[in-house]
């Protein structure tokens, strides 16, 4: 590479506040992202309390009928944007560098862009609340309910413009983390020992490389339609609307995906450690989730049902549908012959990894029931679709993100966890949720339609609405227990080990928390499973019977055990990590600025461009490690 | 554009391929799904104007064939550039992706003689004879626009890059070792070409068709 002298200086630290502002470490990002995520978290949870509180009871009027329109718009983008995917983000960013051996991911300038688009993304979101009222089309926005004539406000508009700030975050994180895997893995780690949570870390990132340029398209024409007059969305010019519908579920769709696969990986990772077996069939496994991501992009019509796209359309999506429950019952199946013969230790992950398998397979199961087009024509638009998503998403995501904070807070924060707290929240939690989203099923199956204000009495759906309604705040009150948790051991808890869990992977090699550099020496890997070969040379797996598991050939190669990131490293005497920078705080204001600008003036649009190119240039002119001293008076000591 | 690998062990990545040349090319890989749903939506709405003008009326074949000539032509200057930065002669590197901007330069010209053009109705000896075509006018204005202004504007990233790479190498910068730069910008720039080679039989060519 070349030796360049930049036209700006580069400081190798900067301190406390700063540095987490100007930090390119993805350790400090995965903090950062986790933390915003469950802030929005919270938001998007009130924010379904008070739909709950409306629904309680028949003809309420807790709030307005457009105040409720825009509370579940915004319940459900902010949940899948801002909340489960930037909580993954998290998990991708802290964990998936150190399970694959590397120091840090391909791009650390970038990751912290990515980090503070999506960061002022949610805030420019969330701000329309306080801007003359937030989007209210639905997280779906089907045409034409967004466009100008029937939404004149600036509602739509904010929603328009923070999905492609959003996107551009999530692009970005994509786009690294696809090079980071294929790129910086440590010596010996071929793809097919690499821990099952960074393969679905690398499906997933390639999903989001393919999906969200189509969003961004639709996008921009409804943003193009709002702002310029346009056509695109504009019946009466002889425009399609189902072109939207199209659009948005070819990204849609993989979004699915995308929200549930890191989650699949998680638990891949949570089952073997806690029943000490070796994940049961492992290629399987893999070739499963590259299988379910590769099936999501060609059925994202189930979704259009009922639209009218003629029989044949119907019924190739549908068993296109039917076909992707193949690899995701073969998942549940391997998850379960994990834990067959295991010796299973019920701490909180492993609870809330179990509860996620069986909350997943109910939702797959009405998930099922959805792909039989015929019987979800007459499911559509009902509370039984909401009930079906929420149990993938909730029961299933969530559930799992869980799973993977409670088993990586340790190597994270360098504290464990309250057991105690941790496993009255997830009882707490299991019963709440379905509590919350069990009597939905009834509710839809009865012809509750979704996203209705209110209801009138008699219609038998007076009960489950209440259930639901106390349900959720159960679910609340988890969540609280789990804040206090989080907050009480990660200021005075037990200090971690490195290796609480007795783990299996690469993460649990190093201290708790991690240095900087992660690793002293880049451990070269041998087999899968990687520390758990170092520490148990002989075949320490317990004995379980089953023949033809993946354990069968980890002894294979694993005789020439160096101690993993131990011992001298040739050729390399010190670790040089990437400097801080703020230039990509900057270029990320700069792209929000002009989202502003659109809405409110054209100046400020035009700072908001100017900014991003200045930042653009100097983002790319600035060396990559702090300049030689002399050239900044100021610099501390690297 | 990093210059310098920000991780000590880039050099020895797990592929032997640079990072950044794998992120172009990702990047690449996520811009066909972007101007695959833009040509998606044109082919949708092809045909499906109530109102004129249509792209018979509008379209010039001739004219467009030499802007996109020119286009073509500068993937070729933009290969002989890069030969030039990796033979580590730098002034043939100058010399042509200088001249590989100039022709994206042209080619931009054209598209705003075009859309300027297009714009504008048609008047002979005072009579109308099409009326101008905007984004608003009818669906094919709002895709034809569209498409053709986000390769467009994808053309202008790529002149503004391959002019701030022409302006860095007289810094002494941009050394044999840094081929790698011009090479991401040769990439980019050959894809916004094909994108093109797409573009032009689907609008134009096939447009005009009766």
Not at chain 1, 16 to 31: E, L, M, Q, S, Y
Not at chain 1, 293 to 314: E, I, K, R, Y
Not at chain 2, 31 to 39: A, D, N, P, Q
Not at chain 2, 81 to 86: D, F, S
């Amino acid at each position: 590479m070349t030796t360049v002298t930049g036209v700006r200086g580069r400081r190798a630290a900067y301190k406390w506040w700063w540095g987490w502002v100007t930090t390119v470490d993805h350790k400090r990002i995965g903090v950062l992202y986790g933390v915003s995520a469950i802030a929005f978290l919270l938001v998007g949870g009130i924010e379904a309390l008070v739909i709950r509180l409306q629904l309680a009871r028949p003809e309420q009027g807790v709030v307005s009928p457009d105040t409720y329109n825009q509370l579940f718009t915004m319940h459900g983008t902010t949940m899948i944007f801002l909340a489960i995917m930037p909580l993954s983000a998290s998990l991708f960013n802290f964990i998936v560098p150190l399970l694959i051996g590397a120091r840090d991911v391909a791009f650390p300038r970038l990751n912290a862009f990515s980090y503070w688009m999506f960061a002022m993304g949610g805030v420019f979101l969330n701000s329309s609340w306080f801007l003359g009222g937030a989007p209210n089309a639905g997280w779906f926005g089907y045409a034409n309910l967004t466009s100008k004539a029937y939404n004149p406000g600036f509602g739509i508009d904010f929603w328009v413009l923070g999905l492609l700030l959003l996107g551009i975050a999530s692009l970005a994180a994509a786009f690294n983390f696809v090079i980071t895997i294929i790129n910086l893995r440590a010596p010996g780690m071929t793809f097919m020992r690499m821990p099952v949570f960074a393969w679905m870390t690398l499906v997933t990132s390639i999903l989001m490389v393919l999906a969200f340029p189509v969003i961004t398209v639709a996008l921009v024409e409804l943003l193009f339609d709002r702002k310029f007059g346009t056509n695109f969305f504009v019946p009466a010019a002889g425009a399609d609307l189902v072109l939207w519908q199209h659009l948005f579920w070819i990204f849609g769709h993989p979004e699915v995906y995308i929200l549930i696969l890191p989650a699949m990986g998680v638990i891949s990772e949570v089952l073997p450690t806690f029943s000490r077996k070796p994940l049961f069939g492992y290629p399987v496994m893999v070739i499963s989730g590259i299988a379910i991501a590769f099936m999501g992009f060609s059925v994202w019509a189930h979704h259009m049902f009922t639209v009218g796209l003629g029989p044949v359309a119907n019924s190739v999506f549908a068993l296109g549908t039917m076909t992707i429950a193949v690899p995701t019952g073969v998942k549940v199946f391997n998850w379960i012959g994990t834990m067959w013969g295991g010796s299973v230790r019920f701490q909180t992950p492993m609870l809330f990894a179990v509860g996620f398998i069986a909350m997943f397979i109910i939702g797959g199961l009405s998930g099922v029931m959805h792909a039989i087009a015929p019987s979800d024509a007459q499911q559509q638009d009902t509370y039984f679709v909401v009930a079906h998503l929420h149990y993938v998403l909730f029961g299933g995501s969530i559930f799992a993100l869980f799973a993977g904070i409670y088993y990586w807070f340790p190597k994270i924060t360098g504290r464990m966890l309250s057991e105690k707290l941790g496993k009255v929240h997830f009882w707490i939690m299991l019963v709440g949720f379905n509590l919350t989203f069990f009597p939905m099923h009834f509710l839809g199956l009865e012809g509750m339609p979704r996203r209705i204000y209110t209801y009138s009495q008699g219609q038998g759906w007076d009960l489950w609405n209440m259930v639901s309604t106390v349900g959720a705040f159960t679910m609340a009150l988890a969540i609280l227990m789990f804040l206090l948790n989080a907050v009480r051991s990660w200021r005075k808890g037990e200090q971690a080990p490195d290796d609480p869990w007795d783990g299996r992977t690469l993460e649990w090699s190093i201290p708790s928390p991690p240095p900087t550099y992660n690793f002293i020496a880049i451990p070269t890997v041998h087999s899968r499973d990687a520390f758990w070969e170092q520490k148990y040379p002989q075949g320490g797996e317990i004995s379980t019977g089953i023949r033809g598991d993946a354990g069968g050939r980890h002894i294979a190669g694993g005789t020439a055990h160096t101690a993993l990131g131990q011992g001298k490293e040739e050729g390399h005497p010190g670790v040089h990590m990437p400097s801080p920078s703020y230039w990509p705080l900057v270029v990320a204001a700069g792209i929000t600025l002009g989202a502003y600008g659109l809405l409110y003036s054209l100046l400020l649009a035009v700072t908001g461009l100017a900014v991003t190119l200045v930042g653009i240039y100097s983002w790319s002119f600035e060396p990559a490690v702090k300049q030689p001293k002399g050239k900044l008076g100021k610099d501390k000591k690297e | 554009m990093e210059h310098v690998a920000p991780i000590p062990h880039a050099a020895e990545t797990s592929t032997g391929l640079p990072s950044r040349k794998l992120l172009i090319w990702a990047f690449l890989g996520s811009e066909c799904m972007f101007f695959g749903s833009l040509i998606a939506t044109y082919l949708v709405y092809q045909g499906k104007s109530l109102i004129g003008p249509f792209p018979k009326d509008v379209l010039d074949i001739p004219v467009t064939s030499v802007s996109t000539f020119v286009l073509l032509t500068s993937s070729l200057g933009m290969v002989l550039a890069y030969a030039g930065i990796t033979r580590g002669d730098v002034w043939a590197f100058r010399r042509w992706i200088l001249l590989t901007a100039l022709l994206g330069i042209t080619f931009l010209g054209f598209q705003a003689f075009e859309f300027y053009h297009f714009a504008n109705p048609v008047y002979e000896n005072g009579e109308l004879i099409r009326q101008g075509l905007t984004p608003r006018t009818n669906l094919f204005g709002s895709t034809f626009f569209t498409l053709t202004g986000f390769h467009g504007a994808h053309v202008t990233v790529g002149v503004i890059w391959l002019l701030s790479l022409f302006a860095y190498s007289f810094r002494g910068d941009l050394t044999r070792e840094g081929a790698l730069n011009v090479d991401l910008a040769a990439l980019y720039w050959h894809f916004v070409d094909i994108v093109w080679v797409v573009i032009f039989p689907v609008v134009y060519l096939i447009g005009v068709q009766p």
